[in-house]
């Protein structure tokens, strides 16, 4: 039993050595930053942005592993796929594309479940999402 339980502490250490390197905070150009009215920009820096933008909190299990792996996988892909930080840099079409896939995933699954379950504060009431959806759609007319 106390054989097991020193692999188990060794293989715990061992594993803090493989990181998934993600820089919280990236140096961005402000105007590359979405334009947003206040009150929209408020629910995306509080609901999104730690997954989709250049200025994200890690969560204490965000530095140990094997939690980390998974918290800064979502960062990675969730900047790749759509990052408000550098909004602008997006070309026309394709910034119409995210504001269509944001009334999506508004709507639908964003931000993570498994991220509301644990920051319950940044799960959009129903009056939040609408507020972000008829924003979007606004978007889409221009
Ligand atoms: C915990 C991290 C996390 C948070 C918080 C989060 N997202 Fe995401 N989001 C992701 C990941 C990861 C993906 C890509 C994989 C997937 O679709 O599941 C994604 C995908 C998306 C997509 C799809 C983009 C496309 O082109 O298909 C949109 C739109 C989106 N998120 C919008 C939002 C909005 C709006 C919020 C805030 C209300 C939000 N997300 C909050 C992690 C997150």
Redesign the pocket.
């Known amino acids: 039993m106390k054989k097991f339980i020193f692999s188990v502490i060794i293989f715990l250490i061992a594993i803090q050595f493989i990181k998934v390197d993600i820089q919280e905070q990236v140096e961005t150009p402000k105007e590359l930053e979405i334009q947003a009215p206040k009150e929209i920009a408020t ?2 820096q509080k ?2 942005y ?3 933008s250049n200025s994200v909190s890690l969560p204490w299990y965000g530095y140990v592993a094997p939690t980390s792996w998974y918290v800064r996988d ?2 990675k ?2 900047r790749k ?2 990052n408000f930080s550098e909004f602008n840099a997006y070309d026309e079409a394709t910034q119409q ?2 504001y269509e ?2 009334i ?3 709507v639908i699954r ?3 479940p ?2 509301t379950l644990v920051h319950r504060s ?1 799960q ?1 009431s129903y009056d939040e999402k609408q507020l ?1 959806k008829a924003w979007a759609e606004s978007k889409m007319q221009e």
């Open positions: 629910i995306l609901s999104c730690d997954c989709h979502h960062i892909s969730g796929i759509l594309k995210k896939k944001i999506d995933a508004t964003m931000p993570l498994s991220y940044t959009l972000i």
